[in-house]
């Protein structure tokens, strides 16, 4: 009998959470890069955030 009942269990969920959140956290640090090489590209363009006033 092992030391801990289910360890297998155990190891594998937190294995699992590990890919899931950082699966999610790759996803949004990707997006974030292609969202500001988009507004980078319409600032180059002469598109504004918004914060500036109308001429």
Do not use: K, N, S
């Not at 899931?20 to 363009?45: C, F, H, Q, S």
Request: proline letters at 4%; glycine letters at 10%; aromatic letters at 6%.
């Amino acid at each position: 009998m092992t030391a801990i009942p289910h360890l297998g269990f155990i190891v594998a969920a937190y294995a699992a959470t590990v890919l899931v959140v950082g699966g999610a956290t790759a996803a949004v640090l990707i997006d974030r890069w292609a969202l500001r090489r988009a507004l980078d590209r319409l600032e180059a363009r002469g598109a504004g955030r918004g914060t500036e006033p109308r001429r």
